[in-house]
């Protein structure tokens, strides 16, 4: 009887309190007027984002950029920016490329300071998430931009592809940036399959990519780069060319894969236009007069685009369409030359 008192002595009851309220109208009274961003429209000042790519894409390198953008306070992918110190954390690869990428990109250390970490990270990802925090607590400034590179290295997730444990571990992370007032960008692998979706190349759970404020992904087509990315505030950047200037490795938008195609399939119209334009010229030269089926027959390709371009020629003046019956024949007309204009 006594120990069963005992025993129920020590059970501690654990107390449960309501959550928080607050008012709705009050907070939009303090609403600023504009997202606070780190990088205009694309990063926000406090947030977290991801960058995935394949590897050998460019993830490290464009972290890099960024980093060094916002230590020198210069605008990146052409959006200004908030100048501050940056805390990198280089966990893979050698601190050699670190070392020459961060020349190329003119790090100057003459307004905010980039801090590198390049050790190897604790086998536990509680403590490596530990470990983070106590290394932004003993920098004398706040970083605004913290990179980890890769998340991977840092979280040890026994199983990435368990939605519990990337949640809670992005969880973590959002924490970490909303504590210290910072934005947090971590790198991860994508998937060796590429899928229709882009958002989920992530290797891993679907939680990566929705514990996130911004998604950033690069894709590589032949020696062509793409970036495109997915936000939860803000205006996302559809699949665009990502262009990179060998020397400074200094990064910038292109022109959309959209209208890219577009640009190819005009041009290759164009080619066959003129092609078609030549064979008719010569068609026409040869037999002097045509008629319509005669002409089709002396032209390869589409019979709707020769007649497409039978009727351009005709309205520039370059051929003459007569009647004949219900058919109808054509001839080449002679552009006069200087020599005989004069």
């Not at 200004?80 to 893979?92: A, K, S």
């Not at 020349?103 to 190897?120: C, F, P, T, Y």
């Not at 060998?246 to 890219?260: K, W």
């Not at 005709?314 to 004949?324: H, K, T, V």
Request: net charge neutral; hydrophobic share 40%.
């Amino acid at each position: 009887m006594n120990e069963a008192i005992s025993s129920q002595k020590e059970k501690v009851t654990k107390i449960v309190t309501p959550f928080e309220i607050h008012s709705g109208f009050e907070m939009t009274l303090s609403a600023p007027e504009n997202i606070p961003y780190l990088v205009n429209g694309l990063l926000l000042e406090v947030g977290v984002s991801m960058l995935t790519a394949k590897p050998k894409c460019g993830k490290s390198t464009f972290g890099r950029a960024l980093a060094v953008s916002i230590a020198e306070g210069r605008d990146f992918l052409g959006k200004p920016t908030l100048c501050g110190d940056v805390l990198y954390l280089n966990l893979e690869g050698p601190r050699g490329v670190l070392q020459q990428e961060f020349k190329k990109l003119g790090l100057s250390g003459q307004r905010g300071a980039i801090h590198v970490v390049d050790e190897r990270p604790p086998l536990s990802g509680e403590l490596g998430l530990q470990k983070l925090e106590k290394t932004i607590q003993s920098l004398e400034k706040l970083p605004r931009l913290v990179i980890v590179d890769t998340a991977a290295k840092l979280l040890r997730l026994i199983d990435s592809y368990d939605p519990n444990q990337v949640g809670l571990a992005i969880e973590e992370l959002e924490t970490i940036a909303k504590k210290y007032k910072l934005h947090l960008m971590f790198l991860t692998h994508a998937k060796k399959k590429e899928s229709d979706d882009i958002g989920d190349s992530a290797m891993g759970s679907t939680s990566f990519r929705g514990g996130s404020d911004t998604n950033i992904f690069l894709q590589k087509k032949g020696a062509k780069r793409i970036i495109s990315t997915e936000q939860r505030w803000g205006v996302g950047i559809e699949p665009t060319l990502l262009l990179q200037d060998s020397a400074s490795l200094e990064l910038c938008l292109g022109n959309t894969v959209e209208s890219e195609e577009d640009a190819s399939i005009a041009a290759k119209s164009r080619r066959t236009k003129d092609r078609i334009r030549r064979e008719i010229v010569d068609a026409l030269c040869l037999n002097t007069k045509l008629m319509r089926s005669e002409l089709l027959a002396a032209v390869t390709g589409k019979t709707e685009t020769i007649a497409e371009v039978i009727e351009e020629m005709i309205a520039s003046g370059q051929i003459a369409a007569e009647p004949i019956g219900r058919a109808m024949q054509y001839q080449w007309i002679e552009l006069p030359t200087e020599s005989k204009a004069a």
